[in-house]
């Protein structure tokens, strides 16, 4: 079950941080983790890179395409 909510909060995050400019903070915090680092790590975890590093990866996709 903490797998399935983790993975749920993970995809929101991962949506945040396509589609808006708010911080990783905020972001951490909007999907249920009030500590940014410990986000990070459960992020880098269960997608294989940071949260900042994704959101750079995303905005160059949209902008190669």
């Known amino acids: 079950m903490t797998d399935y909510i983790a993975n749920l909060r993970i995809e929101?995050?991962?949506l945040s941080l396509r589609t808006s400019t708010d911080t990783?903070?905020?972001?951490?915090?909007?999907?249920?983790?009030?500590?940014?680092?410990?986000?990070?790590?459960?992020?880098?975890?269960?997608?294989?890179?940071?949260?900042?590093?994704y959101r750079r990866q995303s905005k160059l996709q949209r902008t190669s395409s």
């Open 12 to 14: 929101q995050a991962k």
């Open 24 to 53: 990783v903070q905020s972001i951490a915090e909007a999907v249920g983790y009030p500590d940014a680092h410990y986000f990070s790590r459960v992020f880098k975890h269960l997608v294989g890179t940071s949260p900042m590093e």
